[in-house]
């Protein structure tokens, strides 16, 4: 490709704008800001909407969900008590405008309504029929979906479990995977290429070849209905995190590990003093990609803890409870709002490490 | 393979090489010990099981089998199925997966959009959400009544909007929409990567007054080629073991009419319902032979249409 370049000086003795014109495309630009950010929120809103959505139902009753023509925000109808009844606040349109009115009489020609704000004053009388009006309704988020969720999937157990599953598999991650990449990054060993390319091909490895054997194994050891299968492997190391943590460490200067090593440093020392203080922003993307890895881990905990509820982690809980409560929408919902808000929370206070783990990751390959 | 030969070599090094190699080899050992325990040793196993009629659900004495399991494929039409139905969805679900991350990262580095970090962290958000959650979240956009989609579809006159995953046709587009939510990370990787391409070769076709699309064309799309590379051999490997979505979403049972029974799936059912545990590992083995012989392809396709700026490899 051949490639021009053009001289700063020559782009800066362009004719100079006049004061309007260079008004005039201000807003021109100023428009197709505008233009494009509006048109990226909407494509945001519709991408996130499904989100937005079971928030709101999870906050509703169940009678609101599986009601048609409800409010999309938790609410319930607006009703008023006169002579120890309830009448139903309907907005009926008047000859001055809409007014929300209580139903106080049915009738299917003519109903009567009275006036919520002079209850005592005679019944206004409208013409038409009282089904084709829409109720008024009040925001009243509830939180019994919760409560109910809270205790029918055991959260405390699932959370405790998802959390210990996390917390272990990480120092698992982390420990492995920085002694590997550091391996990797600063050792001559005869026939590392070899052992890299081995690393990294494991990667295209479908996880089903080695699954059988594996499954076998783990049962002879009795490690079936255990924690084991799922934590001892973190333990080992994997091509992704030790990719990531050796593309960072290459990026540190060997000087200093050098410079270390004359004053006699061993290569731990050097590792945890030199190395270390420099990576650790891979260091806690790998971390925290771990640890949102193990909360959306699924299948291995199912294959794993299928006999033991009460060691399972919460995306396993949420699918079994789905398979017993999915004729109840909003609990469903509210336990979904429950599995994702932990990694939704961790990832808004850590999205920079996300986003630079991803880089290193994805680009520099 | 010289370079394996090359392991051997440790034992002619001069005493501070061979010092340094060993601290080398100290620390990779998890992941070599790793390797030999959970990856060599199950691949070859499960390869010798192929051989065998390991099979749990019926009494039966070992035996050697020779290609029987891997005969029993050319007969068995569910597994046909199976494969058909994960290529159908490969040949959406992947030219989706590379074009769209790009379009929305494109929209993201646009130098007229404002707030660019906030959208960025939001379009990625969803990515850490676990995919059972995301399943029963996104997967209301797809309901034939509810979901908006079709009530969107109704709004501009269609008449009889898809059924989606009730619909055997219908279903792999859904699961396409229903992957969407995970789109993130593939639109910050794309993201970074238009960020890297240098200004200088904008300027350039500025000049040569290349207009949008030509610009597109002959400078974003060859210098994107290296990211889109990397995408779609993860894609194929991804998408050749896709079933979870299928499994948590129908219990595994292929509905609707066997529309969703992927490869993948199949090859657990006979693992774990049907313990054919010989069967299921020569199913393995295919599925490892296939990615690898497409991964292979793309490598060496990658020659053709993969531009690495300034360096030859």
Known sequence: ?365 | MSSFKELFSIFHLKPNARREALYGLAFISLWLIGFLLFTLFPMIATLVFTFTNINLAQEQSLQFVGLQNYLAMFKDSQLHNALGVTFKYALIALPIGLALPLIVALLLNNKYLRAKGFFRIMFYLPFVIPFVAGIFAWGGLLNPEQGWINQGLEALGVQNPPGWLNDPTWVYPGLVILGLWGIGSAVIINLAGLQGIPTELYDAAKVDGAGWWATLWNVTLPMMSPVLFYALVLGVVGVFQYFLVPLVITDGTGRPGGATMFFNLYLYKTFFTFQNMSYGAAQAWVLFLLILALTVFLFWSSKYWVHYAGDTR
């Open chain 1, 1 to 365: 490709m051949q490639v021009k370049t053009v001289n700063e000086s020559q782009l800066a003795t362009a004719p100079a704008v006049s004061s309007s014109a260079r008004v005039k495309r201000m807003l021109r630009e100023g428009g197709k800001s505008f233009t494009l950010t509006f048109f990226v929120i909407v494509l945001l809103a519709a991408f996130l909407s499904p989100l937005l959505r079971i928030t709101m139902n999870s906050f509703k009753t169940a009678d609101q969900v599986a009601e048609y023509g409800t409010p999309l925000y938790p609410a319930k109808p607006r009703v008023i008590e006169y002579q120890g009844k309830e009448y139903d606040i309907y907005k009926v349109p008047l000859a001055e405008g809409v007014r929300e009115l209580a139903l106080y009489k049915k009738g299917r020609v003519t109903s009567e309504f009275l006036d919520p704000a002079n209850l005592s004053a005679p019944p206004i009388v409208w013409e038409g029929a009282w089904r084709s009006l829409d109720r008024a309704w009040d925001f009243a988020p509830t939180l019994s979906n919760y409560q109910q969720v809270w205790d029918l999937i055991d959260y405390p157990r699932l959370m405790f479990n998802t959390v210990a599953l996390a917390v272990i598999g990480t120092i698992g991650t982390l420990l492995s995977n920085t002694l590997v990449a550091y391996g990797f990054a600063r050792f001559r060993i005869p026939g590392k290429q070899f052992l890299f390319t081995l690393l990294i091909a494991t990667i295209f490895l479908p996880a089903a070849v080695t699954l059988i054997p594996t499954y076998t194994v783990f049962v002879k050891l009795g490690w079936i209905g255990t924690w084991l299968p799922l934590l001892v492997p973190t333990f080992f190391a994997n091509a992704f995190d030790v990719f990531l943590l050796r593309q960072f460490f290459l990026t540190i200067p060997r000087e200093m590990d050098e410079a270390a090593m004359i004053d006699g440093a061993n290569p731990f020392q050097i590792l945890w003093s030199v190395i270390l203080p420099q990576a650790w922003a891979a260091v806690i993307a790998v971390g925290i990609f771990h640890f949102v890895y193990t909360w959306n881990d699924y299948f291995g905990p199912l294959i794993y803890l299928s006999t033991r509820p009460d060691l399972q982690p919460i995306a396993v809980g949420l699918a079994r409870f789905n398979s017993i409560y999915g004729n109840k929408p909003e609990l469903i919902q509210a336990g979904t709002i429950m599995t994702l808000i932990v990694p939704v929370i961790i990832f808004i206070f850590a999205q920079k490490y996300f986003m630079q783990g991803v880089v290193i990751t994805g680009v520099e390959k």
